[in-house]
């Protein structure tokens, strides 16, 4: 399905999550292209899961780093450490240290103050381990002269790409390398994956992961881009019903078909939307 101009607004604005508050102004001297913006990403952040590979460890406050659920935390943390711009490249001990997902929210909250329609993706990498879909979140920003969504990894750097003996572009994910919880959820009720356990990351693993990331890229796309452990909702559940089954199975559809109505099922099922008291700002 077009995407339509109504939906490349709604991507090019902030969301709750992704909005920087009182820090937005620090933003304005971001670079205006997105490999270099990625570049400042990568300068502010690390995984707090590769540490070992740059030679660093964590001290107990660094390791609580990856709660920080807004924009507004993350820059917060950042600034505390070290008030330099933005643009500024930190050492590796006035870091951020956050997962994926905080890598794709930066990148996402960076480009759309620019005005550049961008949102994250919830799912499952294959380039990490052989016959795995590891748990991963990414980035898609619309290309305008190309007229297309392009999906993008902003945690791989040089380092990474190097470890993970990566042949493609992490700035242009081939299809196929990145797979949406929708599309992972599809690839399971259609038998074309039948183990749950290769969906997940290290010990947790499991069919929760499939329908939980699911969940979690919806809300994604309703721009509300929750932590990876955050749970609500179906994700309570101890045993789905069919009409779980069901209601899942269209959302997976109107995802994979960039379906408009993904902003209406969003809002209609409490089973879907995520509390307020995961959503609201900490004062």
């Not at 505390?80 to 240290?97: A, C, G, N």
């Not at 290309?143 to 392009?150: I, Q």
């Not at 992490?170 to 749950?196: D, H, I, M, N, Y």
């Not at 899942?248 to 939307?273: H, K, P, T, W």
Request: aromatic share 12%; glycine share 6%; proline share 5%.
């Amino acid at each position: 399905m077009a995407t339509s101009r109504a939906v490349l607004e709604f991507y090019a604005e902030q969301g709750v999550i992704s909005s920087p508050g009182r820090y937005a102004d620090w933003f304005d001297l971001l670079p205006n292209r997105v490999p270099e913006i990625v570049g400042v990403v990568q300068g502010l952040l690390l995984h707090a899961y590769w540490v070992g590979h740059y030679g660093i460890s964590l001290t107990a406050e660094q390791e609580q780093h990856v709660n920080a659920r807004h924009m507004q935390n993350i820059l917060e943390i950042i600034l505390s450490l070290d008030d330099s711009p933005l643009t500024v490249s930190r050492p590796y001990e006035k870091r951020f240290f956050g997962t994926c997902r905080d890598f794709s929210l930066f990148l996402t909250a960076a480009l759309r103050h620019k005005g550049i329609p961008a949102r994250c993706r919830c799912g499952f990498g294959r380039y990490f381990m052989p016959n795995s879909y590891e748990d991963h979140w990414i980035v898609e920003y619309w290309h305008a002269d190309e007229g297309r969504w392009v999906a993008l990894d902003p945690q791989i750097d040089e380092l990474q790409r190097s470890k993970l003996k990566l042949t493609f572009d992490p700035l242009r994910l081939p299809k196929g390398q990145f797979v949406s919880g929708a599309e992972a959820w599809q690839l399971w009720r259609e038998g074309k994956e039948v183990e749950p356990n290769k969906f997940g990351i290290a010990d947790f693993r499991g069919f929760l992961f499939l329908y939980g990331n699911l969940v979690r890229e919806l809300a994604a796309l309703n721009k509300v881009e929750l932590l990876p452990w955050d749970v609500w909702g179906l994700m309570r559940k101890e045993e789905l019903e069919e009409s779980d089954y069901i209601l899942l199975d269209e959302v997976a559809g109107l995802i994979i078909e960039e379906n408009e109505s993904l902003f209406a099922i969003y809002e209609m099922n409490q089973e879907l939307r995520p509390p307020a008291s995961l959503t609201n700002l900490a004062k």
